[in-house]
């Protein structure tokens, strides 16, 4: 028996004093049978969609308890507020003919919550709790295979799979999230299928592919879609650099350097478009792969394809364009080689170029690089000389932006200037010459310098 919360306890009895039967399903069960905390409730019922309104509109306007929302009648379900909570509540159902790869085009009511169970995808998501008692159903063996750790399609995994191409993903995702391993047939029928997954829409394949990267070690989830042939369907981009072995100190080829990298970035708890970053910051080097005089590979320049690689797969998958913008930007930049010989003026501009919001997120991206080359954290001084410099330019309040100098374009309009492009251009090349001098943000000085500018143009 499982402890039940008083919410589901309290919309229970509606349903049994309607003589209804009424079920606790999906993740919440699975959570909750691992000893974690349930966030979603979905609910199974015989009631159809018509009787679940109007059991909760019976309850009284004037009580403002319940509002029923008919979220997707169409496959048998409302969604119920209920004391201040949403409630997901599908009419026991079963499906046929996924013809889009993806959505059943019939749906038929079902008799029994066995009969609901059986059409769901793996074993530990197809066990369900009648509410208010606590009993389990569990038709499938599910607890066991949670005990055991296991992911399991219910019934054949090939018809599982090939209903619904984003349910192998999310077996991998699955597997990434909680460290369990897959069964060998349900394994061996995802490369069966990719045909099947390839209809999915991308903002869906998106959305499994971040909650991958999101989980502890996203290279679990993606060394099983290399397996089976997800990662050349999903990212053949990544998959490219499997076997592209790399000089210097790097102990491992591009891809595995890329999972690592991804893996510290997760470790650390840093945020998503640093892992974005980390898994992509390299994936331009299969691409401009060379060998020199020596019989060494080269990869000049890689910050720049990967960069753009990036952005096209960022954009394939529906990124907000704010996403794309921060994890490209951190791919270009992530290049830096500092020496304690850069002049001022150099931390000035590599400041600039970087932006100070930027910063703290491009140095986690060169600690993650860094442990992907050689599998063990970097030294603890590791960037520290760069961040001191970098800390004293910023404290100094230097001029590092076109609002920090000491005229705006009005003054240069004010020389005899036309408003227009010119004016952003003079005021560009007053801010690189205040970033060589910061002596030079003076207003005096500075429309000295810009009216010879101006008589130039």
Known sequence: MLFIPRILKDIALIFTANGKLIFLVGGAVRDMLRGEKARDFDLATDATPEEVAAMFHALGRGAKRSAVIPTGVKHGTVTVHFKGEAFEITTFRTEADYNDGRHPERVAYAATIEEDLSRRDFTMNAIAVELPKGRVVDPFNGRADLQNRVIRCVGSPRERFGEDGLRSLRCVRFASQLGFSIDNETLAAIPQTLSITAKVAAERKRDELDKIIGSGKPSTGFSLMEQTGLLLELLPELAACRDIEQKGGHRFDVLD????????????????????????????????????????????????????????????????????????????EHMFQYTEDWSD????????RVGEARLPNLYKLRHADAFGTAGEPPRPDFLIPLMDRVRRVLDGKKALSLKDLAISGDDIIGLGVRPGPRIGIILGELLDAVLDDPELNAKEKLLEIAGKMKDRA
């Open 257 to 332: 350097h890329l999972l690592l990298a991804c893996d510290f970035a997760a470790e650390k708890g840093w945020s998503h478009e640093v892992r974005l970053a980390a898994l992509f910051h390299d994936i331009g080097k299969p691409v401009v792969c060379a060998m020199n005089e020596f019989g060494v590979r080269t990869f000049y320049r890689h910050e720049r394809e990967s960069a753009a690689m990036a952005k096209n797969i960022l954009s394939r998958f529906r990124y907000p364009n704010a996403v794309i913008d921060a994890v490209v930007h951190l791919i270009e």
């Open 345 to 352: 003026a150099a931390v000035r501009r590599f400041v600039v």
